[in-house]
């Protein structure tokens, strides 16, 4: 499954999706230019919550916001925001772009599989109204 096709799933916003557009997963990885960009892709692909959760509990302590997302769209411009940036590629470096490609490779993989699962389930659940109306 394709970085934008997954993030498109899970809802990531047009703006980053558009910058993404052909970008490897690799090549995203080392070249994202915003760090609130780079901590919701490690989020979003299962990096270790040690090295993520920290940052976004930062967030929301400084800026008052419960929502870490809402709370680093506020940011944009500030010295705040240029420390996430910081963090953000101290997280880019020590996360190397093959470990992110895979996960990204298995979160897409798993997502792939709970669809066929949701899908079969509502299978059998319409096989089985049908029965029963038929009777």
């Known amino acids: 499954m394709r970085l934008t096709r997954l993030l498109r799933l899970l809802g990531a916003c047009k703006e980053g ?4 557009g052909d970008r490897s997963t ?4 080392r070249e ?11 989020r979003q692909m299962g990096v270790a919550r040690e ?3 920290p940052v976004y509990a930062g967030i929301k302590e400084r800026t008052g916001n419960p929502d870490a997302a809402a709370g680093v769209a506020a ?6 925001a240029m420390e996430l940036l910081r963090i953000a590629n101290d997280l880019r470096e020590r996360i190397s772009e093959a ?12 997502y ?3 669809r066929k699962q949701r899908v ?4 059998h659940g319409r096989k089985v109204r049908q029965r029963k109306a038929a009777t």
């Open 120 to 123: 079969a389930h509502q299978r």
């Open 75 to 80: 940011l944009t411009g500030t010295p705040l």
């Open 51 to 53: 090295l993520v959760e």
């Open 26 to 29: 690799k090549q995203v990885w």
């Open 99 to 110: 470990h992110f490609a895979e996960l990204v490779e298995r979160k897409g993989a798993d």
């Open 17 to 20: 999706l558009d910058w993404i």
């Open 32 to 42: 994202c230019p915003r760090g609130d960009w780079l901590l919701y892709l490690a």
């Open 112 to 114: 792939e599989h709970r």
